[in-house]
T-cell receptor, first 113, second 116 residues
Framework: NAGVTQTPKFQVLKTGQSMTLQCAQDMNHNSMYWYRQDPGMGLRLIYYSASEGTTDKGEVPNGYNVSRLNKREFSLRLESAAPSQTSVYFC????????????FGPGTRLTVT | QQQVKQSPQSLIVQKGGISIINCAYENTAFDYFPWYQQFPGKGPALLIAIRPDVSEKKEGRFTISFNKSAKQFSLHIMDSQPGDSATYFCAATIQLYGGSQGNLIFGKGTKLSVKP
């Protein structure tokens, strides 16, 4: 039972490059989330998927796209990376219908030069 | 109105002391207040949570105090240990129409260092 897994753990991109961050959960949760964490800014919600087949913008969606591939997987795509997207990205999942608790993955540290 | 304000940003406590982190909110519709703990290089994990129908919840050395009239809640860590050194986030959320939970609104975090 791995919980929430994220790949890659680390990534360095040049400005303008694209990449996809992968997230998978094995807890049969219906909801999944992408956050970014920056020093002094806390956890800010980028996008979320309340249930399979739906996605919605969070607090800071600009420059990102998401895909809820199936119930287990939720990916985050940076189409044209910018230095302002240097951050640590966390995926989380929860069962919104029965619980408030979100389970977080280990994070992806992304640097854009 | 959706913000959760957390203080202090950082905190240094001696081993055995009491660590206190405070949070304030504006939205009176919030009905669930969790605290998450994050160790370096790891994702946050739920530590303890409270609903507004009680004023205090205790789990081991960790206690949440809740003041509904002041719209404030705080985390107290008794007998703080070096292993408690981590970043702590308060959060708030609301139960949506239909019964599902809304998104968590996080404070900006407090970095706690417990000195031996």
């Amino acid at each position: 039972n791995a919980g929430v897994t994220q790949t890659p753990k680390f990534q360095v991109l040049k400005t303008g490059q694209s990449m996809t961050l992968q997230c998978a959960q094995d807890m049969n949760h219906n909801s999944m989330y992408w956050y970014r964490q920056d020093p002094g800014m806390g956890l800010r919600l980028i996008y979320y998927s309340a249930s399979e087949g739906t996605t919605d913008k969070g607090e800071v969606p600009n420059g990102y796209n998401v895909s809820r591939l199936n119930k287990r997987e939720f990916s985050l795509r940076l189409e044209s990376a910018a230095p302002s997207q240097t951050s640590v990205y966390f995926c989380a999942s929860s069962d919104r219908l029965t619980s408030y608790e979100q389970y977080f993955g280990p994070g992806t540290r992304l640097t854009v030069t | 109105q959706q913000q959760v304000k957390q203080s202090p940003q950082s905190l240094i406590v001696q081993k055995g002391g009491i660590s206190i982190i405070n949070c304030a909110y504006e939205n009176t519709a919030f009905d669930y207040f969790p605290w998450y703990q994050q160790f370096p290089g790891k994702g946050p994990a739920l530590l303890i949570a409270i609903r507004p129908d009680v004023s205090e919840k205790k789990e081991g050395r960790f206690t949440i105090s809740f003041n509904k009239s002041a719209k404030q809640f705080s985390l107290h860590i008794m007998d703080s240990q070096p292993g408690d050194s981590a970043t702590y986030f308060c959060a708030a959320t609301i139960q949506l129409y239909g019964g599902s939970q809304g998104n968590l609104i996080f404070g900006k975090g407090t970095k706690l260092s417990v000195k031996p």
